[in-house]
């Protein structure tokens, strides 16, 4: 795999350049003859030299820089809006209540999906349709997100069976190489949920953990490439086709035995052999017609997806593209494993809870110092420098009568806002029980919690927008770090926090690092 990731960041930096170059000249050419005025030109830009051609030497820097680029640019400009040159395009970022509120509000407009066509290149790494399909994020909210607390005991299960395969619990201290071992198991368990005990496949194993990452090494290329050539480079290139051929060999047994039992059952399908998430709702006592109704909608849908459209799976697509899973887990490995004094009361935490309630949902949720280690991780360590991704459908006015033609790509300096000392206390410190310790104020318990979108809290976006599948996130989260702090000793090889791997406003967690274990003492 290292060799692979390897191929294709020297593929993606060298095509980044010569897509640069090309972009440049004709732009200049262009330039000449048409100088079109847009309403952008009154947003003040950042980072970009004022000498010709400053753009492009603003947007190669910007690749090797982002994060901090925008962090500078958030002070100057903090609360008004700013533009950034992000390869081939601006990119306008808002800061500051008044204008995150207005992106929030702004739904039709400002369209998220639109975002990931240009930021992921979704069409392409995806498949549009199955990023956005309604009935995904009907099956994420109602039915996944209902149904976790059914799920604990597979996922349980799953997780033990994992780390036992890969990191057997011995005397003496073994090394392993972080990322290789981590992101698997993290994608096997989520798997687990979604197409039961082919998760354990080895093959399917590595293709779909090498699918998340090809996602975001895909969308680096297919970014810079010409529009007009991005479906042939697509197809001649591209991860998405082989990787789903692949997957439905495997799928494809599973899918017809679904749609089988399907016509045959029904929401009468016998317990055991139904599917985990989707339809379990339809035999609880206790739901509501409408949760039953939901619940049977799904699965009949998550049944029938694959013959609509290309042949895709939805599952592919829902739990294993969402790369911010596993490398939310692996962040919050090294964090923890570069902060060792965390481990004592997070055992403690477990130890009295767990103890008390068993692993069961209202154990987890009752896990607030845990909770907040977690948060401070992704706080500190994020999926990227930006959020609340949006693209502009047509021209668009905000509050403080910035106007942004259609096409405009917009977004928040999630990672800037989350350092700002007006809502963090030494922002540059982890601090990891800072959100704990204000649940301990009276009224506050129940609040500062890692699933709770707020202003000042935007890891898992904003309003209608925010990820459908962060309880499930949080969840597993909790679960399997749990299960790693109750079953290992473990430390960094180097000692220090291995740097992460930013490019542009995109971050990998470090994908060399090795870290030790053994078996608890
Ligand atoms: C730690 C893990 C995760 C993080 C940090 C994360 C973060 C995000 C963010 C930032 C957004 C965009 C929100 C916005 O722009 O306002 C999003 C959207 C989404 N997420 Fe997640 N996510 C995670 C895990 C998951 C999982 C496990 C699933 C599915 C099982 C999932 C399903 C989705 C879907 C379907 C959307 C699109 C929502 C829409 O279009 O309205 N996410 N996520
Ligand atoms: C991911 O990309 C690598 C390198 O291009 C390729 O060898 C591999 O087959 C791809 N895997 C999947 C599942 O797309
Ligand atoms: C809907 O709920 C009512 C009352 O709780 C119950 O009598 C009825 O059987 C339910 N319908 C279905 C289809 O389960
Ligand atoms: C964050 O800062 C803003 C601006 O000063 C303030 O209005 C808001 O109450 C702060 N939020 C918290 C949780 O401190
Ligand atoms: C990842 O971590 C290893 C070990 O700490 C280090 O040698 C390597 O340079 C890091 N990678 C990057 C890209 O910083």
Request: aromatic share 10%.
């Amino acid at each position: 795999m290292d060799s692979h990731s390897a191929n294709t960041d020297s593929l993606s930096t060298a095509t980044l350049t010569a897509a640069t170059l090309l972009g440049f000249v004709v732009l200049q050419i262009a330039r000449k003859f048409f100088k079109p005025h847009s309403p952008l030109d009154a947003i003040p830009s950042f980072g970009i030299p004022s000498y010709p051609f400053g753009f492009y030497v603003g947007s190669w820097n910007f690749i090797k820089d982002g994060r901090a680029i925008l962090e500078q640019g958030y002070l100057k400009y903090r609360g008004q809006p700013f533009k950034v040159a992000l390869a081939n395009r601006w990119l306008v970022l808002l800061s500051g209540q008044r204008l995150i509120e207005d992106i929030r509000k702004a739904d039709d407009s400002l369209s998220f999906a639109d975002s990931a066509k240009v930021m992921l290149q979704s069409e392409y790494t995806i498949g549009y349709e199955q990023l956005h399909d309604p009935f995904q994020m009907n099956v994420v909210r109602t039915a996944l997100t209902r149904n976790i607390a059914a799920c604990f005991p597979v996922i349980r299960e799953e997780i033990a069976a994992a780390f036992e395969d890969l990191i057997p619990a011995k005397d003496e201290w073994i090394s392993v190489p972080a990322m290789q071992t981590i992101l698997p198991i993290v994608t096997r368990v989520s798997n687990r949920v979604f197409i039961g005990l082919l998760c354990r496949d080895p093959d399917y194993i590595k293709l779909t953990t090498q699918y998340t990452l090809n996602v975001s090494s895909n969308a680096q290329w297919l970014h810079v490439t010409p529009s007009f050539l991005r479906p042939l480079a697509a197809r001649l290139f591209g991860h998405l086709e082989p990787a789903t051929r692949a997957a439905m060999k495997h799928l494809r047994p599973i899918l017809q035995h679904r749609i089988e039992m399907d016509d045959k059952y029904g929401p009468d399908w016998p317990e055991g052999d139904r599917p985990l998430v989707v339809g379990r709702s339809t035999r609880t006592s206790n739901t509501a017609n409408s949760t039953q109704a939901d619940a049977h909608f799904a699965q009949h849908q998550l049944c029938r997806q694959p013959y609509h459209h290309t042949g895709e799976y939805p599952p592919l697509s829902t739990a294993i593209c969402r790369p911010q899973s596993p490398q939310g887990i692996l962040h919050a490995f090294y964090t923890l494993a570069a902060n060792l004094e965390c481990v004592q009361p997070l055992r403690e935490e477990l130890e009295s809870v767990v103890g008390a309630e068993g692993w069961t949902k209202e154990a987890m949720d009752q896990l607030v110092k845990m909770d907040s280690f977690l948060k401070e991780s992704a706080r500190t360590a994020p999926s990227g420098a930006i959020g609340l991704t949006r693209l502009a459908t047509r021209d668009f006015t905000f509050s403080d009568g910035t106007t942004v033609p259609a096409g405009t790509l917009l977004a928040v300096p999630v990672f800037a806002e989350h350092h700002d000392e007006v809502n963090y206390t030494n922002p540059e410190v982890f601090d990891p029980f800072r959100f704990s310790r204000m649940r301990e104020q009276d009224g506050e318990e129940n609040k500062h919690q890692m699933v709770t979108p707020t202003l000042e809290y935007m890891s898992f976006g904003l309003g209608r927008h925010a990820c459908p599948g962060r309880f499930f996130a949080v969840n597993e989260q909790k679960l399997i770090l749990s299960h790693i702090i109750m079953t290992y000793d473990f430390k960094l090889r180097d000692g220090v926090r291995p740097p992460d791997e930013w490019i542009a406003v995109l971050v990998k967690a470090n994908t060399t690092a090795e870290v030790m274990f053994r078996k608890r003492r």
